[in-house]
């Protein structure tokens, strides 16, 4: 499966992060694989996160902030902010590797833009 990991200011825009998910997908989509979106459960009430989900008709789950420190060695990106406000250097590879499972590895590091990041990464599923 692909797991697509996003992060997120509060209040970004579903136009800012399905934005964000296509570039992601372009660069690594395999249109025989499953794929999905993870957040961190913090992001749950996220408007605009739920509605690009919808908008896009990709599954959506929220991780636990146990499972994305579970992640946190596999990460490449590391933002001092971040791993000071949710332990992690980066929310959305630590979402990606979390919810593509034990045998995940990242196929592309987190990209930025307009207060949204995303990170992809595969494997068997969580």
């Known amino acids: 499966m692909i797991a697509i990991g996003i992060g ?3 209040g970004a825009s579903q136009e800012a992060i399905r ?3 296509e570039q992601a997908l372009a660069q690594v989509r395999d249109l025989r694989e499953q794929t999905h979106l993870f957040s961190i459960e913090a992001k749950s009430g996220e408007a605009g996160l739920v509605g690009a989900a919808k908008a896009l008709n990709l599954p959506l789950e929220f991780v636990s902030h146990e499972s994305l420190r579970e992640a946190h060695s596999k990460i490449a990106t590391r933002s001092p902010f ?3 406000r949710f332990g992690v250097g980066s929310v959305s590879e630590a979402a990606a590797l979390a919810g593509a499972g034990q ?3 990242l ?3 987190r990209i930025a833009c307009d207060g949204v990041t995303c990170a992809v990464a595969r494997g068997s599923g969580r």
Do not use: T
């Open 19 to 21: 934005a964000m998910i």
């Open 82 to 84: 971040v791993e000071a």
């Open 8 to 10: 997120c200011r509060r």
């Open 107 to 109: 196929l592309a590091p």
């Open 103 to 105: 045998d995940a590895r």
